[in-house]
């Protein structure tokens, strides 16, 4: 038992676990629908409409949702285009953002407030759609993967973060190096990457996800289906749901319940398996963006 508990008075021991249940109740009302969907992707699919949205162990334990996906004729296609959006968009991303966050963060570069003003103009005025649109298709890169990761290059609000991390590293560490004869490159891949390795991790976390749930770009861009990324898949599966009507082998309402839980379980899976290895950076990564700058 927690030692400020038995030290407190009465009133604040009741206070503390009431404060303890609360924070319980909010767990679990957080995490069932996670763990709803879950137990459901595993459950027969007819006993999941049985059971009218309360469902808190497997019904008929049955992966008959899951071989349903896997067979889907465009599901590991859009999984590896996924990956390969994946891989692309981060290495354009990161290189981009983390130039761009340097640049800015240098104290000797002329200008630097006005274009960050101009950056930051862009984050609540855009060109639009329809112009985005015909810029991307005058270079020639609608239909091809170039159209998932290059116009999104650089997310104004990562810049942001990470410009404020390189500012804060100390003006006489960065001295010492220059004085020892470090170039400008090394003062940044050697002393200032480093020290600001929380907020890259950060950064690296956030264009992930962003990239991993992306359908809408898809979308606007991408007419052949075999480059389609698996979130478009998903959303496909979600409307057809929805509206009541069949793709191929999700020929059943009923198992189309079922499939639609164990897309979201399956197209999940691998950011919660990256999540932990990056969370213990998170917190200071983003204290670091909202302290400074």
């Known amino acids: 038992m927690n030692v400020s508990i038995l030290k407190a008075s009465p009133g604040e021991k009741i206070i503390q676990i009431l404060n303890i249940l609360l924070m319980l109740f909010v767990v679990l009302v957080t995490l069932y629908p996670f763990w709803y969907i879950f137990v459901a992707s595993f459950s027969d699919p007819y006993e999941v409409i049985r059971a009218g949205g309360l469902m808190i162990w497997f019904r008929g334990f049955d992966l008959y949702a899951y071989k349903e996906v896997f067979a889907h004729r465009l599901f590991w296609t859009s999984y590896r285009n996924t990956g390969i959006y994946l891989a692309g968009g981060l290495v354009v ?11 800015l963060s240098r104290k000797n570069i002329r200008g630097r407030l006005l274009i960050m003003k ?4 862009t984050m609540f005025f855009s060109g639009g759609m329809i112009p985005t649109y015909l810029v991307v298709n005058n270079l020639r890169m609608t239909d091809t993967m170039w159209s998932q990761f290059v116009p999104y290059a650089i997310n104004t609000y990562n ?3 990470l410009r404020t991390a390189f500012s804060a590293v100390p003006d006489a560490i ?4 220059t004085i020892d004869g470090a170039s400008p490159a090394q003062v940044m891949l050697r002393i200032v990457l480093p020290l600001a390795l929380p907020s890259i991790m950060v950064i690296g976390l956030y264009y992930t996800e962003e990239i991993w749930n992306s359908y809408f770009r898809a979308l606007v861009y991408i007419r052949s289906s075999s480059r389609y990324p698996l979130q478009l898949i998903l959303q496909q599966v979600l409307l057809s749901n929805v509206k009541g009507q069949s793709d191929q082998s999700f020929v059943n309402t009923n198992i189309g319940q ?5 897309t979201i379980i399956i197209s999940t899976l691998p950011v919660l398996m990256v999540y932990p290895f990056i969370q213990r950076f998170f917190v200071q990564g983003v204290m670091i963006g909202s302290i400074k700058g």
């Not at 991303?93 to 640049?103: Q, S």
């Open 174 to 177: 960065e001295e010492a190096a």
């Open 159 to 161: 810049l942001i973060i």
């Open 258 to 262: 079922t499939v639609k839980y164990a």
């Open 93 to 103: 991303n990161m290189f981009m953002t983390t130039l761009g966050a340097y640049a």
């Open 118 to 121: 101009v950056i930051v103009f």
